[in-house]
């Protein structure tokens, strides 16, 4: 099953009314994350009332759709509604291959000039709403939407430059493995995952995740001295999903 596809500000309001119902993680006021994604937060998991901003970064060090993804797993496995809007190329079938429940999960592929007033919207009756940054926000507006967010115990997740979030995700490095001389084929990427924010979140912090992965959650060995295999680094896992 698809994600609900919500067109019109009618399909909009339908959609919220049954999200505000009680759902299992609703009395909860951290939302889950991957345990190996929860160093990066200084909660440890996607607490309500936050803004959790994913860079999109530069295209040569891509990977900002996978990580969303694997950002809302759990939270969504474990009974909250997500919304995913702005964001036409959004697959669900990579969604559904990590997890996200698509019964709870709306799309808003494209909100046009009233994209405030959905993403507001959402944030009233959606535990963590997803949205592509548009390049004309306000300074004013996105305080707004961060405020309406706090005050409703919604999750917002800004994908794209977004000033003041409590914490700023980015893809920074990617390495692809698959290829080898001449020949081959691309099959996943090592990339460093860095966290930057304010508060508790102050100190930057790095790790290094597998974008798309095979469908495992395992840690990425470390080389040790003399050219063995050694202990693996804390906080690296595979993340399934999506480039």
């Given at each position: 099953?698809?994600?609900?596809?919500?067109?019109?500000?009618?399909?909009?309001?339908?959609?919220?009314?049954?999200?505000?119902?009680?759902?299992?993680?609703?009395?909860?006021?951290?939302?889950?994350?991957?345990?190996?994604?929860?160093?990066l937060?200084?909660?440890?998991?996607?607490?309500?009332?936050?803004?959790?901003?994913v860079?999109?970064?530069?295209?040569?060090?891509?990977?900002?759709?996978?990580?969303?993804?694997?950002?809302?797993?759990?939270?969504?496995?474990?009974?909250?509604?997500?919304?995913?809007?702005?964001?036409?190329?959004?697959?669900?079938?990579?969604?559904?291959?990590?997890?996200?429940?698509?019964?709870?999960?709306?799309?808003?592929?494209?909100?046009?000039?009233?994209?405030?007033?959905?993403v507001?919207?959402?944030?009233?009756?959606v535990?963590?709403?997803?949205?592509?940054?548009?390049?004309?926000?306000?300074?004013?507006?996105?305080?707004?939407?961060?405020?309406?967010?706090?005050?409703?115990?919604?999750?917002?997740?800004?994908?794209?430059?977004?000033?003041?979030?409590?914490?700023?995700?980015q893809?920074?490095?990617?390495?692809?493995?698959?290829?080898?001389s001449?020949?081959?084929?691309?099959?996943?990427?090592?990339?460093?995952?860095?966290?930057?924010?304010?508060?508790?979140a102050?100190?930057?912090?790095?790790?290094?995740?597998?974008?798309?992965?095979?469908?495992?959650?395992?840690?990425?060995?470390?080389?040790?001295?003399?050219?063995?295999?050694?202990?693996?680094?804390?906080?690296?896992?595979?993340?399934?999903?999506?480039?």
């Amino acid at each position: 099953m698809a994600g609900r596809m919500v067109v019109g500000s009618a399909a909009l309001a339908d959609l919220v009314r049954p999200a505000s119902a009680p759902d299992p993680a609703g009395g909860h006021r951290v939302l889950p994350v991957a345990p190996e994604l929860t160093g990066l937060l200084p909660n440890r998991g996607l607490r309500r009332g936050s803004t959790i901003a994913v860079s999109a970064g530069q295209p040569r060090c891509s990977g900002g759709t996978s990580l969303v993804l694997a950002l809302l797993a759990e939270a969504s496995r474990a009974g909250s509604w997500c919304a995913v809007v702005g964001v036409p190329t959004f697959g669900a079938g990579a969604a559904a291959e990590i997890g996200i429940a698509l019964d709870r999960l709306a799309l808003v592929p494209d909100p046009g000039p009233e994209w405030p007033t959905v993403v507001a919207a959402l944030i009233d009756g959606v535990d963590v709403v997803v949205t592509a940054v548009p390049q004309t926000v306000s300074a004013s507006v996105a305080n707004r939407l961060a405020a309406r967010a706090r005050q409703r115990g919604s999750v917002l997740v800004p994908y794209g430059r977004w000033d003041g979030a409590d914490v700023t995700l980015q893809v920074v490095r990617g390495v692809w493995e698959g290829l080898g001389s001449g020949r081959g084929r691309l099959r996943r990427r090592e990339v460093t995952v860095s966290a930057r924010g304010r508060g508790a979140a102050a100190r930057p912090k790095e790790i290094k995740v597998w974008l798309p992965g095979d469908g495992l959650t395992r840690v990425i060995p470390r080389p040790a001295t003399g050219g063995g295999v050694g202990r693996p680094r804390r906080g690296a896992l595979t993340v399934v999903g999506s480039a």
